[in-house]
């Protein structure tokens, strides 16, 4: 009988494996000085999905929630999608490895052509990729991490999510997975203690240093 354990690893999209959030924060930003009269709207509904942020900021406005999406449609097909450092050659190793590895973002199917059309490689070089169709709840609750560990059979114990967003990353703490927070679109002090362990990007990160990561 078998008995290796699967060891799963679990990354969000953006500022994780694509550098895009930077993008989003200009793009959000302008739709909360244009229809909210606030400054800095971008970094405060970072992880959220569109769902959330309709209802939370945009539910007495119809049809600005209906030229946002528009608009953000068209941006999206626009966006570039760059590489976090690292992402390619350290999910590459894992592969290696036998590590199952699966996106787990709260963007939606429609967003993901978007990066396909420009990155062909890229679905290719991962296992599953879950979107936010899929969760019957999103960010922070645990819903997405969990139907993660349960496509791949594995436990928290051997899961390790791959998190930059406060929402993220307090799902991923929340499912019982080891939580590796990214410095990418928040600071290292902003995100200190909501992690086990907190990287600016993958660069020198490998399989094994990966396994000796301890919940401290």
């Known amino acids: 009988m078998n008995t290796t354990k ?10 994780v494996i694509m ?11 302008e ?46 097909k626009q966006m570039s ?20 590895i699966a996106v787990v973002t709260s963007s939606n199917e429609e967003k993901m052509q978007n990066v ?9 070089m991962v296992d599953r990729i879950l979107t936010g169709e899929m969760f019957a709840r999103s960010k922070p609750a645990p819903d997405c991490f969990l139907l993660g560990m349960e496509v791949f059979g594995a436990t928290p114990e051997s899961t390790y999510v791959f ?11 929340t499912s019982g997975a080891t939580v590796i927070g990214l410095a990418t679109t928040n600071s290292r002090e902003a995100i200190t203690g909501k992690a086990h362990y907190i990287m600016d990007d993958f660069t020198g990160m490998s399989y094994e240093k990966l396994l000796s990561l301890t919940r401290d």
């Open 163 to 173: 998190e930059d967003s406060f929402h993220g990353l307090q799902a991923g703490m």
């Open 81 to 100: 999608y760059e590489y976090i450092p690292g992402v390619e050659a350290f999910i590459a190793e894992l592969r290696r490895h036998g590590v199952k």
């Open 19 to 29: 550098d895009t959030e930077t993008q989003y924060t200009v793009f959000w930003d």
């Open 31 to 76: 739709q909360g000085r244009k229809y909210l009269n606030e400054e800095d709207f971008g970094r405060r509904i970072k992880g959220q999905t569109l769902t959330q942020i309709y209802e939370k900021y945009f539910s007495a406005l119809p049809e600005a929630r209906q030229k946002i999406t528009a608009d953000l449609n068209v941006f999206e």
């Open 116 to 124: 396909y059309n420009a990155h062909p490689e890229f679905p290719a």
């Open 6 to 15: 699967t060891i799963a690893a679990l990354f969000d999209f953006d500022g």
